[in-house]
Structure formats: structure tokens, C-alpha cells
């Protein structure tokens, strides 16, 4: 029997945050004739295996501490039971689960098409689709967006199949009692400070002396120093061999690993790799459309998400503009459907000054350029930095050694002392970002931020007292 064929005028691979952003805009708004294909569940990274299920069981490890903390303030409890992972964690599908639904029933608002099954290009604006039930269908279409996203990268030492990826942390039934993270990104990091807050020993195992590296070296050196003394083993300068399952103990195994101590072995019943993400083009059929890829495997595109195929298009984690982030590529599917369909000729998203923040413990927040990069790009002499260091109120009942770190910095530029970088950490630091992030974008200078009357009392009345 011959495919089943399809028109229309836009075509939308991948169901995750970019792609489902610019779908709707295209038929919702602009009345776009638009088919979507996803071959996994809708949602993508950020609703399945990231920002979602990651922040709610940072919202746990939060809890964990704030129970913690709660003695030094008059409060006396006993906890009747441990933490229950399982239960929690099949709650927390539960409600990614609706938020499929949601999806699903959006698309459908906007009169989208929505497809499950794997596409594979078979020219640049033809696609096959084989659905779940194994028959095809051929979609030929005026414009096609290619968001399919990443996937956790693997490394490659023997034994590397008995750990898990990001994705795997979100399928474990039960608690690791102790865990090997491998990996410096935010990933890593942010899975190290979940774990430990919620009682399972963390060994984090990083290739150089710092984690984070991407960004300001205030950031690495507090959030390392403060990782330690809560009492996450780190371990530096490493590398890992092998990993082999241990006889007679379902589950465990022995990581296999050298480290700036020298040679070493470590039983675990979880190894976790974090060691990046890879561009989900495997299987898509590039090769019969002629868009260019860079070393990585990412998409080139230029500042309007053009590849280099007329009316082909990328955004998010599989092109190469970088800012692997949900809100980024949901930008980017929007600007791009109003310049494609909306008769807005120079939409398009604007990649400088985009804030990130990392949920590890503590709350880091990230804007503009890192202090080296400000030197590098302005030279020593137009660069001037604001720093600030202290305890937040939050601590005030709490001995010295039970107090997490709060740091703070303003990296200016030129005479007016134009703010190009801003980088926090400490609690809160997430909402604080935001609101700090819209001065950036319109151009703030230091004394824009000192003309503001401070709230009292508050870590982020600091932002505008720096001296």
C-alpha cells in the first residue's frame, strides 16, 4: 500500500517547547496550515526529563533542607519515616503526564495536525513518517522547522551501559544510597545538590579543578568551597576507566576512576553521566537535504534561524547558536513564525544579555558577559567590577558552620559603566535574576541600579547598594 500523502504550507519536526512555541503561533494566530510530528512524548526535554521534573525534586531537596534548618529556629520534630523517592517520584509523572495532555490539547486548539511517529527527510521539504503502527505517510511542505532537540551524550569506557544519563535519573524507582556523578556542567551540579540534600552520599567527578566553568569564576570558586563544606566529595582532576557490576549485590557496582589522589575504586548502586548533550539528528535523513552541520553535529543556522537550505529552518538544542534553554528556543520558534507567517520582516531573537540560572545549592543566577570575557572583549582599563559577599537573613538564627554563602557581582563597562554582566548566587536567586535581567536588556548602567530605593530587608537590595 502506498504512503498516505500530505500538504502543507509548514511542517514542524519535533514536539518539544521550540517547536510546538512556533507551530502555534504559525496556525494559531496566523493561520498557517501546520503539521507537527513528534516521536516521543510532547514536551520535549523540558517537560519530560529537564526544567519541569528537575525543579520539582529540587523543590524536594529544598523541603529536605528547610526541615533541617527549621530546628535552629525553635522547631522540634521527629521524622516518622524516611523520604519516600518512590512515592514522589510517581507523583511527579503523574503530573508530567497532564502536562502531555495539555500539550496535546493545545495543538489541537491552534488546529495544528499533530503526527506521532519518526520523520526522515527524503528531500529538503519531503518528509516520511512512520507512525507507531508501522505504516507511512509522505508530508511535502512549503517550509519545514527541524527542532528535534538533544540527547544525554554517553562516554565511552568499558561498563559505561550499567549507568544512567539525566534521562535515567528521572526513571529511578528508588533512592541511590550513593551515587557517582560524572560531569562540571549544570546538569552535574544540579543533580549532585538534589541528592545530597535529600540524604544519598554524592561523589561528583569533575576533569579539572572546578565545575561550572562556563561561568564567572566567582561562581566556581563559591559553589565549589560551598559543595564541600555541606559534604558532597568532590573529585578532581579525573578520569574514569571502567565500570563492572559487583557479584552478589543486585544493582551495585564498582566505578573504576583516577583522580587528583591517584588511582582509586568506588562502589555505588549509581553511576550517573553527565558529561553534555548531542544534536538528535541521528535518523532524520540530513543527508538528503543538504543542510550544513558543524563538528559537533549541531545545525548551523544564522541570527534569523536559517540553515542554509531556502525555507529550511533550526532552532534549540539542535542548532548551533548555542543557550541550550527552553525559554531561548521558545523565543526563537516565536520570532520565527512572526517573520515566516506575520509579515515581520527582521524578527528574530536577540542572543545577548539572556539570563540562565543553575538550581544547585545554592540558587545560581547567570547574565551577560563573566568578568574575563568583559576584559577580554573591553580591555582592563574599561572594565570596573562591584563585589559583594555576606550572609543572608535566612541564616541569622544558624551557627557559623550551618550558614550557606551569599555572592553577588556587577561587571561594568566604559565611563557610564554600562552593565554587561551580572552574577549571583544564594537564596533566591532565581526570582531575583528575572527582574534584574529586564534592566539589563534595556541597557542599565550602575547608576540606574543606585537611583533604585532599596527593599528592606532583602539579599537583592544588595544589587542596589553596591559600593
Not at 503539521?35 to 526544567?51: A, F, H, P, W
Request: hydrophobic letters at 35%; charged letters at 25%; a negative charge.
Amino acid at each position: 500500500m502506498a504512503p498516505i500523502q500530505k500538504e502543507c504550507e509548514y511542517l514542524v519536526i519535533g514536539g518539544g517547547s521550540g517547536g510546538l512555541a512556533s507551530a502555534r503561533r504559525a496556525s494559531g494566530i496566523y493561520g498557517a496550515k501546520t503539521i507537527s510530528i513528534e516521536n516521543k512524548r510532547l514536551g520535549g526535554t523540558c517537560v519530560n526529563v529537564g526544567c519541569v521534573p528537575k525543579k520539582i525534586t529540587w523543590n524536594a531537596a529544598d523541603i529536605a533542607e528547610t526541615l533541617h534548618d527549621a530546628k535552629a529556629y525553635g522547631f522540634s520534630f521527629k521524622e516518622t519515616a524516611p523520604f519516600d523517592w518512590n512515592t514522589f517520584k510517581h507523583k511527579r509523572d503523574a503530573y508530567v503526564r497532564r502536562l502531555n495532555g495539555i500539550y496535546e490539547s493545545n495543538l489541537g486548539k491552534d488546529k495544528i495536525e499533530y503526527i506521532h511517529g519518526h520523520a526522515r527527510f527524503l528531500s529538503p521539504k519531503s518528509v516520511e513518517v512512520k507512525l507507531d503502527d508501522g505504516t507511512r505517510q509522505t508530508i511535502n511542505a512549503k517550509k519545514v522547522l527541524i527542532a528535534v532537540g538533544g540527547r544525554p551524550s554517553l562516554i565511552d569506557v568499558p561498563g559505561a551501559e550499567l549507568g544512567i544519563t539525566s534521562d535515567g535519573f528521572f526513571e529511578l524507582e528508588q533512592q541511590p544510597k550513593r551515587v557517582a556523578i560524572v560531569g562540571a556542567g549544570y546538569i552535574a551540579v544540579e543533580m549532585a545538590g538534589m541528592f545530597h540534600a535529600l540524604g544519598t552520599e554524592t561523589h561528583l567527578f569533575i576533569r579539572q579543578d572546578t565545575f561550572l566553568r562556563t561561568f564567572d569564576p566567582m561562581v566556581q570558586e563559591k559553589v565549589l568551597a560551598e559543595y564541600k563544606r555541606q559534604g558532597i566529595i568532590i573529585h578532581t582532576r579525573s578520569s574514569q576507566q571502567s565500570v563492572r557490576a559487583i557479584e552478589g549485590r543486585p544493582g551495585w557496582k564498582t566505578l573504576a576512576y583516577t583522580d587528583a589522589a591517584g588511582k582509586g575504586e568506588l562502589d555505588v548502586d549509581c553511576v550517573l553521566w553527565a558529561i553534555g548533550r548531542t544534536p538528535e539528528i541521528d535518523d532524520l535523513g540530513l543527508d538528503s537535504t543538504g543542510v550544513k552541520t558543524n563538528e559537533k553535529g549541531h545545525i548551523t543556522v544564522d541570527e534569523y534561524q536559517n540553515t542554509n537550505v531556502s525555507d529550511v529552518f533550526a532552532l534549540g538544542d539542535v542548532c548551533d547558536r548555542g543557550f541550550e534553554l527552553t525559554p531561548v528556543a521558545i523565543a526563537a520558534g516565536r520570532r520565527l513564525a512572526d517573520r515566516v507567517f506575520g509579515g515581520q520582516a527582521n524578527a528574530k531573537l536577540d542572543y545577548e544579555n539572556i539570563p540562565s540560572v543553575v538550581f544547585a545549592h545554592p540558587e545560581v543566577g547567570a547574565l551577560g558577559l563573566t568578568e574575563p570575557e568583559a576584559r577580554e572583549k573591553y580591555g582592563d582599563d574599561q572594565v570596573k567590577c562591584y563585589n559583594t559577599n555576606f550572609t543572608d537573613m535566612y541564616y541569622a538564627m544558624m551557627d557559623a558552620e550551618q550558614k550557606s554563602p551569599t555572592s553577588y557581582k556587577l561587571v561594568c563597562v566604559g565611563k557610564e559603566e554600562r552593565v554587561v554582566g551580572l552574577h549571583i548566587l544564594g537564596v533566591g536567586s532565581s526570582e531575583i535574576l528575572q527582574g534584574f535581567g529586564v534592566a539589563v536588556k534595556m541597557g542599565a548602567r550602575k547608576r540606574d541600579f543606585d537611583s533604585c530605593v532599596a527593599i528592606h530587608p532583602t539579599s537583592a537590595e544588595e544589587l542596589v547598594t553596591l559600593k
